[in-house]
């Protein structure tokens, strides 16, 4: 029984191999541009494929391979279809999710993306890929002093990582300034001011792979929030508290020697060019009580912007971010009830607010998003548009009973393109509101009887 078991375990293994093999066999792309933007921390790339049937049977779907030393370092896939050409073009967003091959060479890492319709043999399709790379940028040397500039290496391959064979491909590679030390050349390739062109390459075989390092100067601020949590707090009486717990550091080559101020300051564009020194957060529109502070108290070197769409705050830390430099801060403000919480058609309640950093350009290593529902609310959920963990607390506050729901949001390697809106949806009665007046009101009662009490008892043992 065993026997057989092992032989039809295999014999399944066997059948999803080749189902794998021929559905990366029916696909072919005719033609592949890729644009990889290195001009800060983040490193953004772009890609254009022109996808063709060339099976029998119509497919619903397609992969995107990445190899095993940028799956880890993937914060964001997103994909759109083209309809229509020039002016008259529109944008479909395709749904897309991380999965697994059977067959993965290498330790391959895969998204699969959905058409939305099945692509029809001989048919072709356009689409738009964006993905996000963190920590793929290595300075070398790891090391620098306060007066020299920050080199990077970055690791890729000339040609795309891909299941299907490739007809026609082009790799533009943009780095944030002419400074280039060195970049692997692989014919045909060519280098014009901040832009590297590898391609175009012809009739690729699917999973093909020309490695390729580029080493060259990068000075943006590479800021990196190892740990950001969010508490949002609603209260019913009219308000939005929103408190942020900062641990940022500079994640580029750490400082060596010592730090000297004055030639920081008089020689700013060559002493610390790799260092920053401000940060900005964009906030709500009509914020109020704004304030920044760390634990030694109320840091005054910020100014506020307020408008209609949005709020700009521009703040310095106590002192200049070097490499392998660390600061903690919090950031609280408080925004109109209205404007974010809403009920919906079957009665509940919503809370409609922005995931993500509000930092400007930075990477958040782990983000905790803390929503905190008013005391009495019942049958809490969250809706975002990826992936999440959640949970869910108690958190007791002045004169709670049973304490009030807090909804958890959790989630690791976040980039600016997760500040996206998400909603958490609660069932709250208005009753509830008056539980805590009611309860001062009974305080102030007690109290009051307790007094009257005591100034007209007689406690005397001798009658008068």
């Not at 795309?160 to 400074?179: A, D």
């Amino acid at each position: 029984m065993a026997a057989r078991i092992g032989i039809f375990s295999v014999f399944v293994a066997v059948l999803l191999s080749i189902s794998a093999f021929s559905s990366a066999q029916d696909l072919q792309i005719v033609n592949a541009e890729r644009r990889i933007d290195l001009s800060s921390h983040i490193v953004k790339a772009f890609l254009t494929l022109k996808v063709e049937n060339i099976g029998k049977d119509p497919a619903a779907e397609m992969l995107l391979a990445f190899p095993p030393t940028q799956i880890k370092n993937l914060a964001m896939v997103q994909a759109l279809a083209i309809t229509g050409k020039k002016k008259k073009k529109t944008y479909l967003p395709l749904d897309v999710k991380p999965t697994e091959q059977p067959d993965a060479p290498n330790d391959t890492g895969y998204y699969r993306v959905t058409f939305i319709s099945p692509l029809g043999p001989g048919e072709t399709v356009s689409l738009e890929v964006l993905y996000i790379l963190t920590h793929s940028l290595e300075p070398f040397p790891v090391e620098i002093t306060q007066s020299e500039s920050q080199l990077v290496y970055y690791h890729d391959s000339a040609v795309i990582l891909s299941p299907y064979h490739v007809k026609q491909q082009t790799t533009f590679i943009k780095t944030p300034s002419t400074r280039v030390e060195s970049f692997t050349s692989i014919e045909p390739a060519n280098r014009a001011g901040k832009e590297i062109k590898y391609g175009p390459y012809e009739n690729r075989a699917s999973y093909s792979y020309t490695p390729v390092i580029i080493h060259f100067e990068n000075n943006s601020p590479f800021a990196v929030v190892e740990e950001l949590v969010r508490e949002i707090e609603i209260s019913h009486w009219g308000s939005l508290q929103i408190t942020e717990n900062y641990r940022l550091t500079h994640g580029g080559a750490r400082h060596k020697g010592v730090f000297s101020r004055v030639d920081y300051q008089s020689k700013r564009s060559v002493s610390g060019a790799s260092s920053f020194n401000a940060l900005l957060a964009v906030l709500p529109p009509r914020v109020n009580s704004v304030y920044y502070r760390d634990e030694i108290g109320n840091i005054s070197t910020s100014h506020l912007r307020t408008g209609f769409r949005k709020s700009e705050l521009e703040f310095e830390p106590r002192y200049p971010l070097f490499g392998g430099w660390s600061a903690t801060f919090i950031i609280g403000y408080r925004v109109p009830l209205e404007d974010y919480l809403f009920e919906a058609s079957d009665g509940r309640r919503y809370l409609n607010f922005t995931f993500g950093c509000p930092l400007v350009e930075t990477i958040v290593n782990k983000l905790t998003i803390k929503v905190v529902l008013p005391e009495g609310s019942k049958d809490p959920s969250a809706v975002l548009p990826f992936t999440v963990n959640q949970e869910l607390q108690v958190k007791y506050s002045y004169l709670d009973i049973v304490g009030r729901t807090v909804v958890v949001l959790q989630k690791d390697n976040v980039v600016p393109t997760h500040n996206v809106p998400f909603q958490v949806y609660y069932t709250f009665k208005p009753i509830y509101m008056l539980a805590e007046p009611f309860m001062l009101v009974s305080a102030f009662f007690l109290v009051f009887v307790a007094s009257l009490a005591y100034v007209h008892i007689d406690l005397n043992i001798v009658r008068k």
